[in-house]
């Protein structure tokens, strides 16, 4: 799906560690920036298999507090 807007260079999906189903989420690196921001705004709430995708630039991961 990424890939009609240029290359690919990483895809990730995020499995749940005690299940190893799919939490619902990845992450795509592309190869150029202009090429990621096309996909943003092209694939950002398109429907696919009856669910509207999310699609933005990642951003830096919020710290928890530790139990």
Known sequence: MFEAFGTVTDAVIINDRETGRSKGFGFI?????????????A???????????????ARPREERSRR
Do not use: C, F, P, Y
Not at 29 to 41: G, L, N
């Open 29 to 41: 690196e592309m190869s150029e920036d202009q090429a990621a921001k096309a996909a943003i705004e």
């Open 43 to 57: 694939l950002n709430g398109k429907d696919e298999g009856g669910r509207a995708l999310t699609v933005n630039e």
